[in-house]
């Protein structure tokens, strides 16, 4: 079978290559502390089991829904937000339920990219975020984050040529893998910036509440309350599903 040229640059997956050294490891007979991967070694707190168990036996969520979730859902998360970052967002028009934000990040520059044009990445990166542009058929320009720059890009660094090329800037934190939390200055600066070059401001923000005492993470939407041009993934209230705010996608389509 013959695939697509876009899935070329998709061959290499760091996960699967970690987890194939795991296993090659352990065949080995040698004794494996696992650090490869991000997942709660915690149970799920038993209010969440009874919650999904009793929807599990009602029949009335066995249909199907339609793209947005159930209202309940979706006031739930709008009120969690307001609640959190004191900013009101829209349950039914700012507010979409997702399988994952690594699904909303892989799907998000099929709506946003055309073939060729740049999206702005960091690097490192979730390799979500690139994957999504090589389906969308898109171009990558990779920003350094270095610790001497606090693992924030230099926005001034990227050359021209690119920029007016580019529509979309993809930025995280508290960062994966470097831990490093961006100020609400950098939010401010990098919303002024996609301001200025027409880019769509995306912020995947898995560990909002993964800080330690008083340094909360800020959201990007507190640098951009007016939702000019960014779009933020969120985990909810629940650990099953996640968000995404996508006011800039419906401006951007109305524009
Ligand atoms: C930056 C980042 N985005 C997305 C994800 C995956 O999110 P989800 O489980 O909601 O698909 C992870 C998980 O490690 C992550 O670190």
Redesign the pocket.
Known sequence: MQFAKRLEPLQANVFADMDRAKARAKAAGQDVIDLS??SSDLPASESVLEAIATSLRDPDTHGYLLFHGTQAFRQAAAQWYTQKFGIAVDPETEVLP????????AHLPLAILNPGDFALLQDP??P?HAGGVYLASGQIYTMPLLAENGFLPILEDIPEPVLSQSRMMVL?YP??PTTAIAPLSFFQKAVAFCQQHNLVLVH?F??VDLYFNGSAPPSVLQADPNKTCSIE?L?CPSPIT?VVFEWAMRSAMRN
Do not use: A, K, M, V
Request: aromatic content about 18%; overall charge negative; charged content about 10%.
């Open positions: 991967l991000g997702l399988i994952g934000s690594q699904e909303g990040t990166g979730y979500s995280s960062h994966n995947d898995p560990y993934f985990p996640w």
